[in-house]
């Protein structure tokens, strides 16, 4: 047995030291540079410490407190070389234990719950596609007049199976490229009654579309953000270079989406708001 090598810094403890009837700590280094803390009232208990029968006792202490319960040492060698294989490596498994199960077994329920996850995606899911067509119809307020609004464009959605898979927050980030058609009735110089005018928008938006089957307690289904130009414009309602800076939010019903927006026009000198509800 190799006796223990004191490290050097507790060769500086004075003689007195042993004289102190408090708990006194030392740290004690093996020959293979392995390190012990050892505390007791004396520090001369510790002159004649043997290391390795500390670090077998140590071991020993270990392995019975990893015990599987009920299992006795003549339970032990009753076993066969394979039944004693599989106690060791159990016994030796929980030490890393998290809710009662191994490292191997938490990977094999990972992997089983992926695998769900993914049955459930292609189950729900018609199409991986990752775009899909938008279309609306409705009415807004913009200033002071009522004009019915058409919509229609594309939606990226590149993370479409989070929609379906998320468990904490069932909900997927898309992007939209779509066209507005604003219909506005004013009068003319040389027309006593009222003359319907189309006026385009093209907006790009980003936003989150929730699963609220999954998560019942979201108030919204979906919401955005984003920026459209006037790009075909007719009769004086807007003027040229007109922006609309707009959020909207779809009701948990998916039924009606709200839409308040800020528009600028005429070179950014003149800025009115407006309100939008259309249908899905």
Do not use: C, W
Not at 68 to 91: Q, T
Not at 243 to 250: E, P, Q
Request: charged share 25%; hydrophobic share 35%; no cysteine.
């Amino acid at each position: 047995m190799k006796k223990v090598v004191l490290s050097l810094t507790m060769m500086l403890f004075s003689f007195s030291a042993f004289s102190q009837t408090k708990p006194d700590t030392l740290i004690i280094e093996t020959p293979k540079k392995q390190k012990i803390i050892l505390i007791a009232d004396d520090l001369n208990t510790f002159r004649n410490t043997n290391s390795d029968s500390l670090i077998n006792l140590a071991l020993r202490r270990m392995r019975d407190s990893l015990r599987i319960p009920g299992l006795s040492a003549k339970d032990f060698r009753a076993m066969s070389k394979e039944e004693r294989a599989v106690y060791i490596k159990r016994r030796n498994d929980s030490l890393f234990l998290i809710d009662g199960l191994s490292p191997k077994e938490r990977f094999k329920k990972k992997s089983e719950l992926a695998h769900s996850d993914k049955s459930k995606f292609s189950k729900n899911v018609k199409s991986d596609i990752p775009f899909s067509l938008k279309f609306n119809l409705g009415g807004g307020l913009i200033r002071n007049k009522f004009s019915p609004v058409f919509e229609g464009g594309i939606v990226f959605i590149p993370q479409k199976q989070d929609y379906y898979s998320l468990q904490s927050l069932p909900a997927a980030t898309f992007m939209a490229l779509t066209a507005n058609r604003y219909y506005t009735f004013e009068h003319t110089i040389t027309s006593t009654s009222s003359t319907t005018f189309n006026n385009t928008f093209v907006n790009l938006s980003l936003g989150n579309r929730f699963n609220t089957k999954l998560r019942s307690n979201l108030p919204l289904s979906e919401y955005e953000a984003g920026i459209g130009y006037l790009v075909e414009r007719e009769g004086n309602y807007y003027g040229k270079n007109t922006f609309k800076l707009f959020a909207s939010v779809v009701t948990k019903s998916k039924f009606i989406r709200l839409s308040p927006e800020i528009y600028v026009t005429k070179n950014f000198k003149e800025v009115f708001p407006g309100f939008s509800i259309k249908i899905l």
